[in-house]
């Protein structure tokens, strides 16, 4: 960003994004962008018109001081000369409270108008919603009108009524204002004809309804006045020869009654408005901004569109700046004595509403993803927002009716501001610091997965949260994924070791060396450490015995949330491969990152309002925002119930294109070397709606017709999964749409010879808590059905077709996904070893005492939980049945781990 764009970001960002919400309210209310642009037009000069009253309130307390001080400086003019004529005049000047600088009053409404008419100009000369859109005898909203054709020519002819009006509404405003005043309004007008005149018709037509608006204002402000002016009496002869004194001005000095302590008197005290809006500008713009990125950087971060997750906060910063501190202060200076205190006792009062919303309420609202949309939307209970509601109320009546405390808060204000302002710094430093790990050349190469038609071949599918619950159900309605599934065994009793990625991977990665618990037991390693060691178990194991070896994605190496191959530069010999992202929609991309540029504030400003206002700015995730309606839906997704959505979840969408493009990426010779092939998506973990019955992606989805028709696919054989709501529904989705299309891969592999000759296991480090199930892990604890685990969240997907395998079977096994290495090196490597500790690979653990798994919902994050040992406070002992509540032993403290019988 250049120093420009921040200063344009401070000034006219704010008042853009003020635009773009009152729009985007009124077109989501009447679906027409003409009638819109008539609400916006009535909304903004509602909003201002306090303002611009002040302004021309001013402008005229500066002209009349000027007129009467005319017949003083006039005669001081006459009378001296050179430095005493100098002198004279400051004396003058001082005598009577003014200086020459007050002149700039006169000029206030022109100036509060330039900045407004660039924000609408940036605003509506490019708006998508309006473009090639026909409003009354306007053919297109999004082009010049043209209205008129004279002699051949097209005439413009919005513009011209514009300025004719604008002519009239100055012509009845400026009666009895100096002739400079008046040229100065007329060649605005002219230079607004001449500017405007091909511009958009949308935006010609806002700008001469402001006019319009003007012309009414004046009109009844004249009517006004004359009804209410007295003649001035006029200045005696005398008196202006003599250059008497004149009456101090005494602008900014009147006093206000309170309306709390009538009769008593008080004046403006600027340092807390000013104390107050930087608190909240500190707040808004960088804590909140700089807390969530910090939390985890490399989730904001494209590395084939790459764009610094750190000016996401100066974006911020800037625009919460502009808002509070330049913009507030605005309305502030122009605002009356009265009006001034209200606005303190506002700004104060919304410090601690905002604090106490920020602080209590919304921390578990859920995962945010990268386009700061909650995993389960904005989902507070009805118990929240009463609470919410009536600790606001209590604010405001408290501080309001105590205007002592505002005396007292506004060296507080500044100490937590700066507090702030410390720790954001940190927040930063922490972000900077995390991209110093990011490795963009990761990108560079398109991806190659070799496979052998002549030799054996071993393909590991791991497949991020993809659900072991739901698989059944997939089948029932889908019957011919059983024969293109053909060979693979579906395993319907597996536990995973927790219900993140970081407690799930390492034992899928590496065996039972690698469960949370063993890992633990290696307190003087590095999680990390212990984590990148997994990620190359079966790798350097496979091509220490020969294999060709590809991975593609490893999750979390370097506990980095972006692809970091770095983990195998030691071996050379593998080749390494960042997949998701490759196939990308560019324009998507460079959409996510604009859309955060403004979000970040719009995300900060609801958290830090009262709950029932945050609906209304979150706007389902989309912030309001009225951009192309095109790339906003190949960027974001916004559902309407469990049927519907409007978009597309770019996330999803980057994963979901590798899988679409495993065909592409695939390279089958018929050399003599087996291979292993290690590939990670995530597809699972980031579920979108999708058209049913295909399950593929649309911008538009609109199931209930099916869903209604096919309810009965959710119960199988009396046994039913509970899908009720939008985020069951778009799991169930996205993971019949993964298993489709890897589907459509194992055909590829059939018809071009390599299936016989390939192990293959589908297999996913969790499941996901969607409480689809009757059967819980431990209700006794629990207060509500959300607040305990849920066995789903335990069960990974895990499927095997060993070589040569035929037929589709279920077994109901115990297994665990660390059993994943054993049956990949099973009948190909020998009493395989750990090349890292020298011990054997085997799963005898299993069968050797309860398996621990972690069940906290906490401790996912990488950057937090990055020690030596998992920090987990909530722990279950499985034995052998998943589906039996009485296998499961709830564990409340860490401690009691080692009263149970462990390795």
Known sequence: ?????????????????????????????????????????????????PLYRRADKMQEEARDVETRLQAGVSH?????????????????????????????RGSVSLLLEIPF??????????????????????????????????????????????????????????????????????????????????SPAGLVFYWTLNNVFSLCKNIVYKIKKNKSTQPDQALS??????????????????????????????????????????????????????????????????LTHFYHP???????????????????????????????????RFMWGACFIAAADYICFGRFLGNLSHTL??????????????????????????????????????????????????????????????????????????????LSRTEQNVVVLFLDRALGEDFPYLLGERPDLKETYDGFIYYSNVISYGGHTNFGAPALLGGYEYTPVELNKRSDELLVDKHNESLKVMPVLFMENGFDVTVCDPPYANYNWNTDLSVYDEYPAIRKYAVSGYFGDEQAKAQTIENNKRNFFCFSLMKTLPVPLQYIVYDSGNYHRAGDAELEAASTQVTAGRSAADGLKQSFMESYEALTHLEEMTQISDDTNKSFLLFYNDAPHEPMMLKEPEYVPAKHVDNAKYDAAHEDRFTIDGKSIEVSNAKQMMHYQTNMAVMLRVGDWLEYLKREGVYDNT???????????????????????????????????????????????????????????????????????????????????????????????????????????????FDACHWAAVTDNIWDRDDWEFIDKPTVLKEHAMP
């Open 373 to 450: 949309q909650f995993d389960n939307g904005l989902n507070y209970y009805p118990v929240e927002i009463v609470i919410n509601v009536v600790i606001v109320a209590l604010i405001v009546v408290v501080l309001f009716r105590n205007r002592k405390w505002a005396k007292k808060t506004s060296v507080a204000l500044v100490m937590l501001a700066a507090a702030l302002a410390v720790l954001s710094g940190t927040n930063i430093v922490k972000t900077v610091r995390s991209m110093d790990t990011i490795r963009q050349d990761a990108y560079g190469t398109m991806p190659k997965l070799s």
């Open 237 to 302: 002869e005398k008196s202006r020869q003599a250059g008497g004194i004149l009456s101090k001005i005494r602008a900014g000095r009147s006093t206000v009654s309170s309306g709390s302590t009538a009769g008593k008197e008080y004046r403006p005290d600027s340092r807390l408005f000013f104390s107050a809006a930087a608190f909240l500008a500190v707040l808004t713009g960088l804590l909140i901004p700089s807390t969530y990125i910090a939390a985890s950087p490399q989730e904001f971060v494209d």
């Open 76 to 104: 001081i003019k006459k009378t001296f000369t050179g430095n005493e004529r100098m002198m004279m005049l400051q004396t003058y000047y001082r005598q009577n409270d003014y200086s020459p600088t007050n002149a700039l």
């Open 759 to 869: 192990k293959i296991i589908i297999v996913a480090d969790h499941g996901y808590y969607l409480y689809q199930s009757d059967v819980l892990c431990y209700p006794e604890h629990a207060y509500s059905k959300n607040h305990y685990p849920d066995v789903g969240n335990y069960f990974p997907l895990l499927m095997v077709k060993d070589f040569g395998a035929h037929g589709f079977t279920t077994d109901d096994t115990f297994m665990t996904n660390a059993d994943v290495p054993s049956i990949a090196f099973e009948g190909l490597i020998e009493n395989p070893v750990n090349p890292f500790t020298g011990k054997a690979i085997t799963t005898d653990e299993k069968t050797a005492h309860d398996q621990f798994v972690i069940s906290d919902h906490a401790g996912w994050d990488t950057d937090k939980n990055n020690g030596t040992t």
């Open 117 to 198: 008419f660039m924000a609408a100009y940036q605003f509506l000369s490019h708006l998508p919603l309006i473009q090639g859109v026909a409003f009354g005898p306007i053919a297109n909203l999004g082009a010049p009108d043209r209205l008129l054709t004279l002699f051949g020519m097209n005439v413009n002819l919005l513009p011209i009524l514009m300025t004719l009006i604008n002519v009239i509404a100055s012509a009845i405003y400026l009666r009895g204002f100096p002739l400079k005043t008046k040229i100065q309004l007329y060649v605005l007008a002219g230079f607004f004809l001449v500017f405007l005149y091909n």
């Open 1 to 49: 960003m250049s120093f420009l764009s921040i200063l344009l970001a401070v000034c006219i960002d704010p008042l853009k994004l003020l635009f773009e919400t009152i729009f985007h309210i009124a077109y989501e209310l009447l679906h027409n962008p003409g009638l819109s642009i008539i609400f916006l037009s009535l909304a903004m000069n509602l909003l201002v018109l």
């Open 310 to 344: 750190v000016w996401f906060i100066v974006n911020a910063a800037a625009l919460a700046a502009g808002t509070f501190l330049l913009w507030f202060g605005v309305f502030y200076w122009l605002a009356s004595p009265r009006g001034k205190v209200i606005f303190e």
